[in-house]
C-alpha cells in the first residue's frame, strides 16, 4: 500500500530543489538500495507537490519534509496540507484546499520563522 502526501512550498521558484532535498533525506534515513522503499513524485500543482511513499515509510517520508527549512541561505517554509490514500483524492485536495500562505508574504515576518 502506498500513501500520498500533498505537501505546500514557499517560494514556489525553489519547489525542485525542496524536491530534491525531500528525497536525499529520506533516501538517507530509509537507504538507497530499497526499490520499495522510494519517494515517488506523483504530481505537481502550482506550489504544491503530492508524494507517493510506501506505508510503512510514511513517519521518515514526513520528517524529511520537515527538515527543509533553509535552501541556497533562503528560508523556505514546506508544509504538510494532508495524508491520503489515492492518488485521485490527493489531487483533489491539492486543487481544491486555500493556500496556507500567500504568495508575495515574506517568510521572516510570516509565524513560521
Known amino acids: ?7 505546500e ?7 525542485d530543489k525542496v524536491v530534491e532535498k525531500i528525497s ?13 522503499g522510494r519517494l515517488i513524485i506523483a504530481d505537481r500543482i502550482k506550489n504544491r507537490i503530492i508524494l507517493r511513499v510506501p506505508t510503512r515509510y510514511l513517519k521518515y517520508a ?3 519534509i520537515l527538515t ?3 535552501i541556497d541561505n533562503r528560508k523556505v517554509a ?6 491520503t490514500g489515492t492518488i485521485r483524492k490527493a489531487r483533489a485536495q491539492a486543487r481544491s484546499l ?9 517568510l521572516s515576518s510570516s509565524p513560521l520563522r
Request: charged fraction near 20%.
Open 1 to 7: 500500500m502506498a500513501r500520498y502526501i500533498v505537501v
Open 68 to 70: 527543509v527549512s533553509k
Open 9 to 15: 512550498v514557499y517560494p514556489e521558484e525553489l519547489l
Open 24 to 36: 536525499k533525506t529520506f533516501e538517507t534515513m530509509v537507504g538507497i538500495g530499497l526499490i520499495k
Open 78 to 83: 514546506t508544509i504538510t496540507i494532508s495524508v
Open 62 to 64: 514526513r520528517y524529511a
Open 98 to 106: 486555500p493556500h496556507i500562505l500567500s504568495q508575495d508574504s515574506n
